[in-house]
């Protein structure tokens, strides 16, 4: 069917939240018929929220038709943009890209949009008009909505009046063959200009600067700060102190952001939506589970989710709301970046367990809002007087502090009357109004007993510490890692599926925390155990002060007892600190706990003996293979001071959650500045143990054969980090076998993720955070696997016992070691050989038509291209080398590279920087690592790691590598190893790339055969013939514009630049960035062309430097993205009028139009679903894209796919 | 040859079934997920035995256990061939609460 | 030939059930049936038209892809895992196009 909307882009003042903050200068969509009525409310209420000022929400069904009137009432060219969407590219796209008609409209004008919704989710909008990311752009202030789309034959309705709703951001969804469900828009946004009622930046009350910039829902926020003024100005509860109290309803009543409203067990959809421009957030969602991709039924379970801009998940929470045990209450949804939570990015999904038809009050007597029953399911009871139903049977008192939950607190109290009337039939410590064990008879219960504690915390052999660490410990090890007999690292408790879990959990933290550098003295009188995936009463049991819920955290020498379950086999769930975890979080206040198979057995991996908890244990199991579990738990903001006693990294001023302090992987860090042991200091020997001995982070142990876990998981505190395992690889989501390779993942705060590796070949394996401030600061260690017995690593049971030992463990001698002797190459001996003689050198590139150029380029091309490229025939461009399934790879790397070519010689780059700066000298040396693909790690790894030989290569020597292509792994890539610091920045990076048995390639315009080169032919029997489009993106380069003046991105690249601020950025934005060495900033153009509407015209400003890559309508395309660079604020990637399956390998998978948190050493294969021009075949010109307003697009990350109609004489079309 | 020689093929479990027929049953059918319009689920159903065919039988009413809704109860009743069926389990409560993940 | 313990004759027991179930469905033509299978399109509504041997002709009102409907389909019996005839039972509901 078709539905018509009538949209207008509309000014407004956005008022976030009641204690009036706003943007005045907001933006929004709203459709024609509600646009008086907000204009004249928002009038009336120039302090308040105004609860039609919201993102545009609108609906409709898989197969629908829908037709866009759009109107401009914005002073400069807009559009609406949707992903996901079937259009014509021509009249509905939205933008004005290359030499397509321009579909953006000016002030007062209309456009109409059609198009067509082919498979269900989140189709994204937001205007292209003016993509600038300082605060005149129009997605900062708001310019951004969705269409959601249904299954066929769905309809929708109001939650509160059950009567039909043409927009809005709640709306229960109806089908005939499908249950009824909850639908909630929850569309994170970021750096909206905000002040407060004063029109001035508002200030944190305890640090009196600037608080940090806003991070909404919907167009709202709740800022811990503005709570806080009314309790240091004794409006509320003057007796109140702490973070986590500005969650209490109890003392604030509830929040302005938004509190999504169902009752126990309803279905539910939350759409998860990225509207913002920036940041790379955590949706995390309390109590609640989901698959990672709903539409496949094998998929991992999440229970946090990061989401970088423009994209979306839909979240629907397994069991409906209240999870499995059903539990009711208020469940906190936040964005886990602390800093942004703490700023006011939360709000609630409340579970109410009594019908509510708008007769009931609040305990602060604020009216309880309808909410109609979903149709297919039976209403919930009235409240009574004896029942009153959530929250009016807690006996708080308002104005104040939440009460403690009754029977949890050791010594505390009972239940009153009515509590008990609300109470399960047999309420015990921690399981008071739910039962979350009570599915099973009898179940399996095992008991902790686990205290916080702080002691000084060691981070590696330089004396780099913090003094104020902060630790989960069990109690029984208390006295061995207070006096040091073992050593601190976050506590990972064992357990197996189907268990009921007890913690009878003691506050041994001292009252107040000192300030020093990163910190001001805080009082952090209370604290919890707030955990993750396991099934609770999140009434009593939550570890948080939240809503209305009781404060389930425990004060100074008290203990509280929880009780959990654990109802399947999960991944690592974390566990971390709800009250003060701004202050404490980073000092390492987290751990994890792992459910494990039924019936598995836990022992120490030296000992053999019995053990309940660790970061690295054996695992037996009598049907399953035996494994090894190894947890690695990293965090930033670690607050660490040098052995002098001086703060490394300390931010502007104490307080400040600028990016303060530095790095930790389970308590340590190695960093690359203290590994130049060996002659001339050469960095290409850091990661050698034979140099620089065993780094002080943690070495995974385990023999040849083993089968192992990763569990993965971040502690603290707010950035994005890149995990790499170098030489080993894992299935993506560990219960789809369909899933596809990958060795990397990116990670936000409280994500978990389980790699399943098998352990194929001895040697030592290098696992890294691999941006390069991360790897440069110590985030990296090893994963050593024997080929002999080692007296301290018992063999798995169910293997053949390693050999015993004939040859001594290798020690660090402080000498390189030698090359590989034999390089033993894997695959069949009669296995196809490709060999690529490759040269690494230094050569100025191009980066731009506008003459942007790095004078000290590094790259690798093979060495029949060199000339050309030397004298100017050819300008650089990533190596992109390629080989069949099936194939062996030959690659003989040969170095060329000069000390004096690099442009600073002691190693420190003022631009682009990373914290910690030090001499690090430029090495001559140089490596090729490759991803995913099958070697001999002691060979063949391209880099020199642990014990293994060197695989780097000195000036005019040359290596050999070999690689055997066991799988269809796509794309990997290739990068240098020997100097991560003074190399990559210079383009030292590539993509090798697998294709299927018996793949030709060809040059897409001479039709030659082809191996190299980013876009080619395939061209096999058996498989459609398609172009291949490869892009390498990457960020952190180091330009000179054509005057030789230095660009310092993204500043330099902002358009209509607010005033400037040094601290804008962070160190990890800093850069050039684009795709395969090119990049087309839109300043240049808009200094050209002073019209933020044409920016991405050809028509205007000619093609962009970025590639054009060509093909004709329904070609067959695939695109192999990846991103083998360096810094660590994550990308997207985005298609206009494409979408694909968001798992290549898997059919059944969701369909998407963009890859999100790309950073470094992601690889994704995007085989686009009916090819060039999308199902309906259109020519046009089509934008590849990120999604990050600020700042990639204006900093040049996009590019055109040009799909033509007609034969054009230069391409030939394909068969 | 059957052990039940002169029993017709088919007759024990028929007759088996016949006898259960108003019981609440749990059955799980072949496949790794199903889909009705975009919503995935496992093929778990658990209902009340309506009808015995000897080739299917039909539960009415009958629970569709969706991750997101498990006790989601199908609008008609549904059917299911007996050689599609991989295991079932008879007097089951439907209302149990159990992990389906 | 080895020696097994049971002497196989057809039909088996899977034969009786399967062509129990083709019978079943001759003598449904005529009715509105509802089929889910693994397959795309994974559900199917329509009329059964007719049985020709082992597959179901069934006049298609409804599926997941519109473009799929108001044409009749060949559905091999034996791949059907769930199913429902309406045969005065409760009917099968009709897809809504929405409100507006």
Same mark, same amino acid.
Not at chain 1, 528 to 547: R, S, T
């Given at each position: ?36 009525? *907000?204009?004249?409310?928002? =009038?009336?209420?120039?302090? @308040? ?108 309705? %109001?939650?509160?009046?059950? &009567? ?86 109890? *003392? ?132 009574? =007087? ?79 510490? %913090? ?17 040091? =007999? ?13 268990? &009921? ?49 009781? %404060? ?53 991996? &030296? ?26 738990? *990293? ?41 130049? =042991? ?251 690592? @490759? ?34 292509? %066991? ?130 015209? @050809? ?30 604020? @994550? ?85 | ?101 | ?100």
């Amino acid at each position: 069917m078709k539905r018509c909307f009538h949209v207008v882009a509309i000014p407004i003042r956005i008022v976030l939240n009641t204690f009036g903050d706003y943007n005045p200068h907001g933006m929004m969509y709203v459709l024609k018929e509600n646009e008086d009525e *907000v204009r004249e409310r928002v =009038k009336r209420n120039p302090f @308040s929220p105004v609860d039609l000022v919201q993102p545009l929400v609108i609906r409709a069904n898989d197969g629908d038709e829908v037709e866009i009137k759009f109107e401009n009432k914005l002073p400069f060219a807009t559009g609406m943009h949707f992903s996901e969407a079937d259009y014509d590219v021509q009249t509905s796209d939205g933008a004005n890209v290359g030499l397509n008609e321009n579909t953006l409209v000016e002030c007062g004008e209309c456009i109409v949009y059609n198009i067509k919704a082919n498979h269900p989710g989140v189709y994204y909008f937001s205007d292209l008009g003016n993509p600038a990311s300082s605060d005149q752009g129009s997605n900062i202030n708001g310019l951004f909505g969705s269409l959601f789309v249904q299954a066929r034959g769905s309809w929708w309705t %109001d939650p509160v009046t059950g &009567c039909p709703i043409k927009s809005g951001v709640y709306a229960d969804i109806h089908h005939p063959f499908l249950p009824s469900h909850r639908e909630y828009a929850w569309i994170f946004h970021d750096e909206m200009p905000a002040v407060d009622l004063t029109g001035n930046k508002p200030l944190d009350p305890v640090t009196n600067q600037e608080r940090e910039s806003t991070h909404a829902i919907n167009y709202r926020y709740e800022p811990l700060q503005n709570r806080k003024k009314l309790i240091d100005e004794g409006v509320v509860c003057p007796d109140c102190d702490g973070e986590e109290v500005h969650h209490d309803s109890w *003392v604030f009543g509830d929040p302005a952001t938004p509190i999504l409203r169902g009752y126990v067990g309803d279905p539910a959809r939350i759409r998860l939506v990225h509207g913002g421009v920036k940041e790379t957030h955590v949706f995390h969602y309390h109590v609640h589970q989901w698959f990672q991709d709903p539409t496949n039924t094998d998929s991992e379970i999440f229970d946090a989710q990061a989401i970088s801009p423009q994209s979306w998940y839909d979240v629907n929470p397994l069991y409906g709301l209240g999870s499995l045990q059903g539990s009711f209450g208020d469940a906190i949804i936040h964005c886990h970046l602390y800093p942004h939570f703490e700023v006011g990015m939360w709000g609630i999904n409340r579970v109410f367990n009594t019908l509510q038809d708008g007769s009931q009050c609040y305990p602060n007597g604020e009216p309880i809002e309808a909410l109609k029953p979903l149709p297919d399911r039976a209403p919930p009871p009235l409240p009574t =007087k004896k029942k009153p139903g959530f929250p009016n049977f807690i006996p708080g008192k308002v104005g104040f502090k939440a009460p403690r939950p009754p029977l949890g607190i050791v010594g505390g109290r009972g239940l009153t009357k009515i509590e008990r009337n609300a109470a399960v039939p047999n309420p015990r410590p921690g399981a008071v109004f739910t039962d979350p064990c009570g599915f099973v008879d009898d179940p399996v219960v095992v008991e902790y007993n686990i205290s916080a504690i702080e002691l000084p915390l060691v981070y590696n052999r330089e004396g780099w510490h %913090d003094p104020k660490g902060r630790i989960y410990v069990k109690d029984e090890d208390i006295d061995d890692i207070c006096s040091g =007999k073992k050593e601190p690292e976050p506590l990972i408790i064992h357990m197996a599926a189907g268990t &009921c879990i007890r913690i009878n959990f003691t506050n041994r933290l001292p009252n107040v925390a000192d300030g020093d550098a990163f910190q001001l003295v805080t009082r952090t009188y209370e604290v919890g155990l707030h955990i993750h995936f396991v099934k609770f009463d999140v009434l009593v049991n939550d570890g948080a002060n939240v809503g209305w819920n009781y %404060d389930s955290s425990v004060l100074p020498g008290e203990t509280i007892r929880y009780e959990y379950f654990a109802d399947v086999e999960l991944k690592a769930w974390f566990f971390h600190d709800h009250l003060f975890a701004n202050y404490h979080q980073q000092h390492g206040l987290f751990g994890s706990g792992v459910v494990h198979p039924r019936f598995a057995e836990f022992l120490d991996s &030296c000992t053999g003996e019995e053990v309940d908890s660790g970061t690295q244990i054996t695992v037996v199991q009598p049907l399953i293979p035996d494994y090894r579990d190894f947890s690695l738990m *990293v965090h930033d903001f670690a607050l660490i001071f040098d052995k002098k006693g001086c703060p490394l990294n300390p931010p502007e001023f104490p307080g400040s959650q600028d990016d303060p302090g530095l790095f930790g992987v389970n308590y340590k860090c190695e960093p690359l500045q203290f590994r130049l =042991k060996g002659p001339d200091c050469d960095p290409a020997y850091s990661f050698s143990s034979f140099v620089n001995g065993d780094p002080v982070t943690p070495i995974l142990q385990c023999y040849e054969g083993d089968s192992f876990r990763i569990r993965l998981l971040q502690g603290a505190q707010e950035e994005s980090h890149s995990f790499n395992v170098h030489g080993m690889r894992w299935k993506s989501d560990r219960p789809d076998v369909e899933s596809r390779f990958n060795a990397q993942q990116h990670i936000g705060i409280s994500e978990s993720f389980t790699f399943e590796i098998w352990a194929k070949r001895f040697g030592d394996y290098l696992w890294t955070f691999e941006t390069e401030e991360d790897l440069w600061n110590g985030l990296w260690g090893l994963i050593r696997v024997f080929d002999e017995e080692v007296d301290f690593l018992i063999p798995l049971p169910d293997q053949i016992p390693p050999p015993p030992r004939t040859m001594a463990l290798p020690e660090c001698t402080g000498i390189p070691p030698g090359q590989p002797e034999i390089i033993d190459c894997p695959g069949p001996a009669d296995a196809p050989v490709k060999r690529f003689n490759i040269v690494a050198f230094q050569i100025p590139i191009i980066y731009s038509d506008h003459l942007e150029k790095d004078p000290f380029g590094i790259i690798f091309a093979l060495e029949e291209d060199m000339n050309d490229i030397i004298c100017g025939k050819k300008n650089p461009v990533p190596l992109v080398i390629r080989a069949n399934v099936g194939d062996r790879v030959e690659v003989n790397l040969t170095s060329l590279l000069e000390f004096n070519k690099f442009p600073f010689l002691d190693g420190i780059w003022p631009y682009p920087p990373v914290k910690e700066q030090a001499c690090y000298p430029p090495s001559i040396r140089i490596s090729l690592h @490759s991803q995913l693909i099958d070697y001999d790690v002691k060979t063949s790894a391209g880099e020199t790691v642990g014990f293994n030989p060197d695989q780097t290569v000195g000036p005019n020597e040359a290596i050999t590598y070999c690689w055997y292509v %066991d799988e269809n792994v796509g794309t990997c890539g290739l990068w240098d190893m020997a100097d991560i610091r003074n190399h990559r920045s210079l383009g030292t990076y590539g993509a090798f790339i697998a294709e299927p048995k018996g793949t030709e390639f060809l040059n897409p315009y001479t039709l030659e055969p082809a191996c190299n080169g980013a876009s080619v032919i395939l061209n096999n029997p058996f498989l459609p013939v398609t172009r291949e489009f490869v892009l390498v993106m990457y960020d952190g380069a180091r330009l000179v514009d054509k005057c030789d003046q230095l660009i310092v991105d993204p500043i330099d690249g902002i358009l209509l630049a607010d005033e400037p601020d040094p601290d804008l950025v962070d160190t990890y934005d800093n850069g050039s960035r684009g795709f395969n060495y090119r990049t087309e900033r839109l300043i240049n153009r808009y200094v050209k062309v002073p019209n933020l509407g044409v920016l991405f015209s @050809s028509k205007v400003h000619g093609d962009p430097s970025t590639p054009l890559f060509e093909a004709y309508a329904r070609d067959p395309i695939t695109f192999r993205l990846l991103n083998p660079s360096e810094r660590r604020r @994550s990308h997207g990637f985005f298609l206009h009028g494409h979408y694909w399956n968001s798992t290549n390998t898997d059919i059944t998978s969701q369909i998407k139009s963009f890859i999100s948190e790309i950073v470094t050493g992601l690889t994704r294969d995007i085989p686009v679903h009916y090819g060039a021009g999308g199902v309906l075949g259109i020519p046009g010109d089509y934008m590849y894209r990120s999604g990050n307003i600020r700042w990639d697009i204006e900093q040049g990350m996009w590019g055109i796919m040009r799909v033509h109609g007609q034969v054009q004489g230069h391409l030939p079309p394909i068969k | 040859m059957s052990m039940y020689k002169n029993e017709p093929l088919g007759e024990r479990l028929f007759e088996f079934l016949r006898s259960k027929i108003g019981s609440d049953i749990l059955v799980i059918t072949d496949s790794d997920q199903l889909n009705i319009f975009g919503q995935t689920f496992r093929p778990i159903f658990c209902g009340r035995l309506n009808q015995v065919e000897p080739g299917h039988i039909e539960l009415y009413p009958v629970i569709i256990k969706m991750v997101n809704a498990p006790f989601f109860e199908f609008p008609t009743p549904l059917c299911f061939p007996l050689e599609k069926i991989s295991q079932f389990t008879i007097d089951f409560d439907c209302g149990t609460v159990f992990p389906i993940t | 030939m080895a020696d097994y313990k049971y002497d196989y004759k057809f039909p088996t027991v899977n034969d009786v059930h399967d062509q129990s179930l083709v019978y079943y469905f001759m003598e449904q033509v005529g009715k509105r049936i509802l089929i889910m299978s693994p397959a795309f399109p994974f559900i199917i509504i329509g009329i059964i038209l007719e049985t020709i041997d082992d597959y179901l002709v069934v006049d298609v009102e409804t599926t997941n892809i519109a473009e799929l409907e108001n044409r009749d389909w060949f559905i091999h019996i034996h791949d059907i895992e769930v199913f429902y005839v309406e045969n005065g039972g409760p009917p099968i509901p009709k897809l809504k196009d929405g409100y507006c």
